[in-house]
Structures are given as structure tokens and as C-alpha cells.
């Protein structure tokens, strides 16, 4: 038998060359082109490395986490769509049963837990001012987060309003925001620079005692917030120590609004999430400005507390946001609620009727989760 150790290498050589093309193109990382070793669980670009994962983030504005529950037609269902939906299905079962054995330990436990005395209360109120309110389960994040109350003493109630500068990307939290609060005034308490509380005038110096409505672009005086930390300034100590430090935060956060600040109120729209339609039909209700929160609130459903998102008229993203344009026959469609909020022939609880007449024929998963307020 003759051995060739040439021909055996070149022979070696050839089912390694072959062998490499048949192995799978190598992924290249989106960052810096190495071979990439990971994904991106929220939109599949590829990385190699902490840096280039971070460096990728920055770039795209992207969270990192998928989306367990948006919404994606059957027609773009793969193996691995099904895979993440079993695995998520799992998850919630056992948060579910871990829920009810978290439960049976807890004797005052069990349906409607949720609803604790000073909750009762906050629901009776709700009911009493014609809104519907919706309370998360024991848990919840909206549920723990929920700062609403009711001040049974002066019959008056306080709202959590989540606030949502969309183009900005800014979730802003007021925690107690009075019933009678317009939201022209929410939105200038944010917006307006802070200036100094007006001094009483003088008896009859002929000077006004009150400040004009402000505009996000005028320089009028500020909200009520900003007038207090104005007058808790001047009483010196702890007070003016955290009186400043709100003021400095409030300060940062106007000029990440900045794209809202300068300009006027009447270019702000502002839109508040209809509950109880189909994850894949959402609905908004606009609000007029000079609405109280209690009015914008009245006949609509509310799911632990408001949300509102702010964008600008000029914004390229209102088509994500499709206002209530359904109703029964006879009813206003399509631009003509529309229009009639814009006019002010249509108020929120007028539009709210165009909701109320739909049936709730389908709900949501976040509000069929919910424990119903109810007085009884």
C-alpha cells in the first residue's frame, strides 16, 4: 500500500473547505461587524458584547425587553411567537396560583381584597361623581402605585394623573391632583417656569390682587405648586431646602418638555385612553383644556387612576392615536366627533355617551382583570 502524505493533506484540505461552506454564515454584530453571540430580545439585532449591546440602545431607543403581549396577526405567527406565548401563558399560571395560595394564607383575603376601607371610600366617591372606577388585584402594579384618596372631612377627592409627553418620551406622576383642577392647569403647573407668589397689593393702590390665565408660552406666574414652594422659600429651614430641590427638579423636567414649553396651550392636545375595547381597536377620548379633571372623568371608565397623553397638534404621531369614532345609528362618525370637540358643541361626557352606547361588547385583558367599583 503506497502512502502519499501530500495527496492525504491536500485530500484533508478539500473535506475542510467543503465542510466550511456547508456551515452556516456567520452573523455579524449591527454594532462593530465581530461575530455576533447574542440578540436582542425586543428587535432581534444582533451583538457581540456588553458595549456593543449598550452602544445599540442608545442608538434605536431600544428597551431590550420584548413586548410579551403586543399584539401581532396570525399571519406572522412563527414557532417562535407560539414558544414565547406558551412560556408566557406559564408564567401567569403560576403567578395565578401563587396569588391564590398567597390568598388562602391570608384570612382577610380573597375577591375584591383589592378593596380595603380607604379604597371603599375612594370608590363610593368615584360613583358619587358619575365615574366608573376600576381597581386593579392585590399586586397589580397600578394597584400599588395608586395614590388617589378621598378627604371624607372636606368631601373633596385626589387623583394620581399619569401624565405622557409622548414626542419628549417623558411619564410624568402628579399624585394628588384636586378634582377641580383644570387641565390647563395641570399642564401649566409642568410646563410654566416657576415665578415668585404675587404679594398682596396695597389698599387702594388700584393694582390687581390676582394673576391672568397663563399659557405654557407666556411668562405669567406659575401654577398653584410653584407659588407655594415661592412662599415656602421664604420661610427659610427644611421646608425652603426641599421647596428648592422640587423646584430644580421641576426645572430639569421642563427642559426635557421643551418641544411642549414654548409653545402655547392651544397647541396641546390631550388625549385620555377609552378602557373596555379590543387590545387591537384602542380608542381615545379628547379633552378640552378647560375642563376640571371631575368633568373630563365624569361617565368614563377609569382603571385605578387617569392617564393622559399630551402631544402637539403639529405631531406626526396622532395617527397612532385614533380618537372614539363609533357609535349607533344616528350617532356623529369619524371626523365629525371629532370636530365637535374642537368646536366645543361636544363635551367629554357627551363623547362618553358615544362609548357607553357601544355595549362593552369586548374587553381588554387589563380591564377584565380589574375588580368593578361598586357602591353596594
Not at 56 to 68: N, P, V, Y
Not at 118 to 147: F, H, I, S, W
Request: glycine share 8%.
Amino acid at each position: 500500500m503506497n502512502f502519499n502524505p501530500a495527496s492525504d493533506a491536500d485530500a484533508a484540505q478539500e473535506w475542510a473547505e467543503a465542510d466550511d461552506e456547508n456551515k452556516p454564515a456567520k452573523t455579524r454584530c449591527a454594532s462593530c461587524s465581530g461575530e455576533a453571540k447574542y440578540r436582542c430580545p425586543a428587535c432581534d439585532t444582533p451583538s457581540c458584547s456588553l458595549a456593543c449591546v449598550k452602544q445599540h440602545k442608545a442608538a434605536m431607543a431600544c428597551t431590550g425587553k420584548r413586548d410579551l403581549t403586543a399584539f401581532r396577526d396570525i399571519r406572522e405567527f412563527d414557532d417562535k411567537t407560539l414558544i414565547s406565548d406558551y412560556r408566557f401563558l406559564e408564567d401567569a399560571q403560576r403567578s395565578v396560583e401563587g396569588a391564590g395560595r398567597a390568598a388562602a394564607a391570608t384570612p382577610s383575603s380573597g375577591a375584591g381584597s383589592s378593596a380595603t376601607p380607604v379604597r371603599r371610600k375612594l370608590c363610593t366617591a368615584a360613583t358619587e361623581r358619575g365615574v366608573e372606577l376600576d381597581l386593579m388585584p392585590v399586586g397589580m402594579k397600578r394597584q400599588r402605585e395608586n395614590t388617589s384618596y378621598y378627604d371624607a372631612r372636606r368631601k373633596r377627592m385626589a387623583w394620581r394623573v399619569e401624565l405622557v409627553f409622548d414626542r419628549a418620551g417623558v411619564h410624568h406622576i402628579e399624585t394628588a391632583v384636586a378634582e377641580g383642577t383644570t387641565i390647563r392647569s395641570i399642564l401649566a403647573d409642568v410646563l410654566l417656569p416657576p415665578r415668585a407668589a404675587p404679594e398682596a397689593p396695597a389698599p387702594g393702590s388700584g393694582e390687581p390682587s390676582a394673576a391672568e390665565p397663563a399659557t405654557a408660552g407666556s411668562n405669567a406666574p406659575a401654577s398653584a405648586t410653584s407659588a407655594a414652594n415661592a412662599r415656602r422659600h421664604k420661610g427659610g429651614g427644611e421646608k425652603a431646602r426641599r421647596a428648592a430641590e422640587e423646584d430644580g427638579q421641576r426645572s430639569i423636567l421642563r427642559h426635557r418638555l421643551r418641544a411642549y414649553s414654548r409653545r402655547e396651550l392651544e397647541d396641546v392636545l390631550v388625549l385620555m385612553p377609552v378602557h373596555r375595547r379590543p387590545a387591537n381597536d384602542p380608542r381615545f377620548l379628547r379633552l378640552r383644556l378647560d375642563d376640571t379633571l371631575a368633568e373630563a372623568l365624569h361617565s368614563q371608565v377609569v382603571l385605578e387612576f387617569p392617564t393622559l397623553h399630551i402631544l402637539l397638534k403639529s405631531d406626526s404621531a396622532l395617527e397612532g392615536y385614533p380618537l372614539l369614532d363609533a357609535g349607533p345609528a344616528g350617532a356623529p362618525e369619524g371626523g365629525a366627533l371629532e370636530g365637535a370637540v374642537e368646536a366645543g358643541e361636544a363635551t367629554t361626557g357627551e363623547a362618553s355617551n358615544v362609548e357607553s352606547n357601544l355595549g362593552g361588547a369586548t374587553t381588554t385583558a387589563e380591564a377584565s382583570d380589574a375588580v368593578v367599583c361598586t357602591t353596594g
